[in-house]
């Protein structure tokens, strides 16, 4: 196959989240004679996340947010697929995959990929309602079934499917999380952390990663190790609603807001411990990153198993409640484990090496094979 093969990634929204970083990761490292990324995304989405795509060879087309008019989402998808003679589409919108599928289909796309990377919680009730609506139509569409992890998978597709699901490990570059003491000195200096116990967190402000626990368990640590501090790095919609419970607890001196980085990879040299209290996850790459750092991590067992990666992360039942969660954080003592053997790591989530299994997959789809 002389041509590369052009796919158009639907992403939607852009705000700093873990698809839309996953999906541009794989278009850094993915080789560009074989196979080219041409991105669907909402009006207003990240500037900087475009001028790179665009960068790399990409081309991005904006379309109505589906918020504003879902009527209106589908059909500019169908329009833009239908001018561009696009075969491969590979939608990563979870169960709202329903709607720009729909368009594929109608404009006559060979390849229509449902790409999976969510689960649900019974806490975000009508988002969870909505997800339950519409998940038997997501799959209407779609004649490839992918999934970031085994429980993304039998989450959208059924225990029964999972063996014709395709799993698509997210990827990282890993030599950029191993830790560096270096650069640990160098960022506790800068951000006043020397001497600190340092907890760290990094995810968007919203339902799904659960700050609000995570502000309860904190106000437990630091009143048995005083010397504590909360790294909180990422922006969202609930940013605000945490920053005035922070205050209220009058923790704004302890609580360190960092907002959306682009030296997120370095940062985790400045933690002591990783906490991941979502309520649920399709995978959860940062506590991927966090492990490659070397990182004790405490998650919620809302995150898949999938995720652990060596003796030093350990699952907590969210219903155990904030103090338990602190007493673990104290008690546990766990440090660094500098003899993790990366080796193992590479050989699933390494970026490198994933790119190549999706190139191939992309080439057999296309050549029939």
């Known amino acids: 196959m002389n041509e590369e093969i052009r796919v158009l990634q639907i992403i939607g929204d852009v705000c700093g989240g873990g698809v839309e970083t996953v999906i541009r990761n794989y278009y850094r490292h993915i080789d560009k004679s074989k196979v080219q990324f041409d991105f669907v995304v909402h009006k207003g989405a990240l500037e900087a996340y475009m001028e790179e795509i665009e960068r790399l060879g990409g081309r991005v087309y904006k379309v109505t947010p589906y918020q504003k008019n879902i009527f209106k989402f589908t059909y500019e998808i169908y329009r833009i697929i239908k001018l561009g003679n696009y075969q491969v589409i590979h939608s990563n919108m979870n169960v709202l995959s329903v709607f720009p599928l729909f368009g594929a289909w109608l404009a006559g796309a060979k390849i229509r990929i449902l790409h999976n990377h969510t689960t649900d919680t019974s806490v975000e009730k009508l988002r969870t309602f909505l997800k339950h609506i519409l998940k038997p139509f997501a799959k209407l569409f779609a004649n490839q079934y992918w999934a970031c992890s085994k429980s993304a998978a039998e989450w959208m597709y059924g225990n029964s499917s999972t063996n014709n699901v395709q799993i698509i490990n997210n990827a990282i570059e890993i030599e950029k999380f191993v830790f560096n003491i270096e650069k640990r000195l160098d960022l506790r200096k800068k951000l006043m952390l020397d001497g600190y116990f340092v907890m760290g967190h990094i995810g968007r402000f919203m339902m799904q990663k659960n700050h609000n626990f995570l502000i309860d368990v904190f106000s437990e640590v630091i009143?048995?190790?005083?010397?504590?501090?909360?790294?909180?790095?990422?922006?969202?919609?609930?940013?605000?609603?945490?920053?005035?419970?922070?205050?209220?607890?009058?923790?704004?001196?302890?609580?360190?807001?960092?907002?959306?980085?682009?030296?997120?990879?370095?940062?985790?040299?400045?933690?002591?411990?990783?906490?991941?209290p979502s309520f649920y996850e399709g995978l959860g790459m940062v506590a991927i990153e966090a492990q490659c750092n070397f990182l004790p991590v405490i998650a919620s067992d809302k995150v898949p198993e999938e995720v652990k990666l060596s003796c030093d992360i350990d699952f907590c039942n969210l219903e155990m409640g904030a103090i338990y969660w602190a007493e673990k954080i104290l008690n546990d003592g766990k440090e660094r484990n500098t003899c993790l053997d990366i080796t193992s790591i590479k050989n699933k989530f390494d970026v490198s090496l994933e790119c190549q299994k999706l190139e191939k997959i992309y080439i057999q789809l296309v050549s029939g094979e």
């Open 223 to 276: 009143k048995k190790r005083k010397n504590s501090k909360l790294l909180l790095i990422g922006d969202g919609p609930l940013k605000e609603e945490i920053m005035k419970k922070v205050s209220k607890l009058g923790l704004r001196k302890d609580v360190i807001f960092l907002g959306a980085r682009d030296d997120i990879a370095d940062l985790y040299n400045v933690m002591d411990i990783f906490i991941f």
